[in-house]
């Protein structure tokens, strides 16, 4: 029981250390929240799933096509809507809010309010040091999940574009003077967000099922691990979102599984009132 | 317009709103009191976003402790309705006073996912606490008089919304309310200013989590059944809809966008439950083209008066 609740809470908890790097790229440059993050990560499992399941494409192509997609609806959602609210935090918060709801609503018109799966992507189960028998399905999205982390953490650790952004991060104004295009910037680093939320959504859905409102929680939790993480941090994260995934699994399995959404909130709360900049946060000035 | 000419037009409207459900039936009058739910709501939460910049997610979710708190009170403990609706009224208020002293010291966007956060987890505690509740099935509360009769209710809700808007106005037009613009315009200069930034964030947030929980209570009461669905994002949603719509901000827009969307959503009833997605692209759109609303938009389109010149003496020279 304890052993696979771990289990279960590493898979979950690298896809929201996945979903949350999103959320805080986008935070850590533009200083925005993007409030329909979750209705992105169930549009990739949406198209993964009509791609695969109704077309019957090959699941990898499926995935891409998907990853893509959402990356470019982020750089329309960037352009269209977030770049006319720069300096005003207040009403990029209203707009991506109504977009989630429109987004949900929109999804329920066409696809129903029945749970829609991609196809798995490995059949079966194995054997886990010897513990308990696991299904490969989800050990295959904890592959994913952490090959992702890994790719993102490259890009944003090694490469120039990587040291773009951390300069960006860091001071926009240095970074404009430096001939840093800070409109194309925000513009590639919002799609980036998206398509991250895009990643996880891909990885996971052929495991939890997707519904139109099914992307709330996920983003949610995602935000709480961004607060938890410290806004803008990266190792925050990775580290708050395997703690939330195993802390929900772990209360969901010994205490109630009705509540299990809840002890991220008491989370949120304790992490507001002993430290409010989060773990790997910078504490404000 | 001068406070004598507003004061004239509030009380002709005012007196053309007790002689409107006269002659109406059941189901226009079902609407008007459901429209003036919102405008307390619309109208409570446009303190917090248009007037001291704050964007609470967590409206509804204060409307449904004011609705659970009174109902299940008289639900279960038989405790009169409106004591019960005083009570939920405190409780919200505390609620709102905890979350803002929380988070309002870390800035907006904290203030923005924490309510967030808490109305979803609102919603997960209500369906779990079935026994207490009723989960998604609802709670059935008792009336607010011995013979349930809509056009009461209409005028209870009548003063309840006009007990809020005056407060609002009042607050508004006074020096608290220069406070709340100066902070929502720059918190940095006011803070210059010696207003007190954090403090009068958490008054905002306080009362008006108060009205929501206030106006939620007589809701629940009004239907009779107090559901999951009062807490909800989507009401969430129809509250951030008007005020946006009818013009966040000003006085009079949360009023006009309450009842403009909720007649309209009867109308795209007829059709089917199109409503929520229709409100969400009208509001997107409005939103990115005219952030002041409609009514910033008619002040835009208006023709200007021309300003009468002062008469100003020169600087008098010694």
């Known amino acids: 029981m304890l052993a696979i609740s771990v289990m279960n809470g590493l898979v979950i908890g690298v896809i929201y250390a996945l979903a949350a790097l999103g959320v805080s790229l986008v935070v850590g440059i533009m200083n925005v929240v993007n409030f329909a993050h979750g209705e992105l990560y169930i549009l990739a499992g949406y198209f993964s799933y009509l791609f695969a399941s109704a077309l019957g494409m090959n699941f990898i192509a499926a995935m891409l096509i998907a990853l893509a997609l959402v990356f470019l609806l982020g750089i329309v959602i960037e352009v269209t809507l977030i770049r006319p609210t720069y300096g005003n935090d207040m009403y990029s918060l209203i707009l991506t809010f109504i977009l989630s709801i429109v987004l949900q609503n929109a999804y329920l018109l066409i696809f129903g309010p029945y749970p829609n799966k991609p196809p798995l992507w490995v059949k079966g189960a194995a054997d886990v040091f010897g513990l308990f028998l696991y299904g490969n399905q989800r050990l295959a999205a904890l592959i994913a999940g952490v090959a992702v982390i890994a790719v993102v953490f490259f890009i944003i650790k090694k490469t120039w574009f990587g040291r773009i952004i951390r300069a960006t991060s860091q001071d926009r104004e240095m970074a404009e003077l430096n001939g840093v295009d800070t409109t194309r910037l925000n513009m590639l680093s919002f799609g980036l967000g998206c398509a991250l939320a895009a990643a996880a959504g891909v990885i ?50 010994f205490i109630s599984t009705g509540y299990k959404n809840v002890f991220g909130f008491i989370i949120l709360i304790l992490v507001l009132l002993i430290r409010p900049s989060g773990l790997f946060g910078r504490a404000k000035v | 317009m001068t406070g004598k000419k507003a004061l004239l037009i509030s009380m002709l409207i005012l007196a053309g709103m007790c002689v409107l459900p006269l002659g109406l039936g059941i189901y226009p009058q079902h609407v008007l009191i459901v429209s003036l739910f919102y405008v307390m709501m619309a109208s409570s939460w446009n303190l917090l976003a248009g007037y001291t910049g704050q964007v609470s997610f967590g409206h509804a979710a204060m409307a449904g402790i004011g609705a659970y708190a009174s109902g299940i009170l008289a639900a279960k403990a038989g405790i009169n309705p409106w004591i019960g609706i005083c009570l939920g009224t405190v409780l919200a208020a505390l609620i709102g006073l905890g979350l803002g002293a929380l988070c309002l010291k870390m800035g907006g966007i904290y203030l923005s996912l924490t309510t967030l956060a808490f109305s979803q987890i609102l919603h997960i505690i209500i369906v779990n606490e079935y026994d207490l509740t009723r989960g998604t099935m609802g709670l059935q509360v008792p009336s607010l008089m011995a013979e349930y009769d809509k056009l009461v209710y209409y005028y209870i809700m009548l003063a309840a919304a006009v007990l809020i808007l005056s407060i609002l106005y009042r607050m508004i037009h006074s020096n608290l309310g220069l406070n709340f613009r100066a902070v929502q315009n720059d918190e940095l200069a006011a803070k210059s200013l010696g207003v007190r930034v954090l403090q009068v964030r958490v008054l905002a947030f306080t009362v008006a989590s108060a009205m929501a929980g206030f106006a939620g209570g007589l809701y629940g009461h009004y239907l009779l059944l107090v559901t999951p669905e009062i807490p909800s994002l989507d009401l969430q949603f129809y509250v951030l809809a008007m005020t946006v719509i009818g013009g966040m901000g000003s006085f009079i827009g949360p009023i006009i966008g309450a009842f403009a969307l909720n007649i309209l959503a009867e109308k795209i009833r007829d059709y089917g439950e199109y409503h929520v997605l229709v409100f969400g692209l009208i509001a997107l759109v409005v939103a990115r083209f005219a952030p002041n609303g409609l009514l910033g938009l008619w002040k835009k389109f208006k023709p200007i008066k021309p300003i009468q010149a002062v008469k100003q003496k020169a600087f008098p020279t010694p």
């Open chain 1, 204 to 253: 996971l859905t052929p495991v939890f099922p997707v519904t139109p409102t099914a992307g709330v929680p996920v983003a949610l939790t995602a935000f709480v691990v961004v607060v938890l993480g410290g806004m803008g941090s990266m190792w925050g994260c990775v580290v708050g979102g395997l703690l939330l995934g195993l802390v929900e699994n772990l209360g969901a399995a």
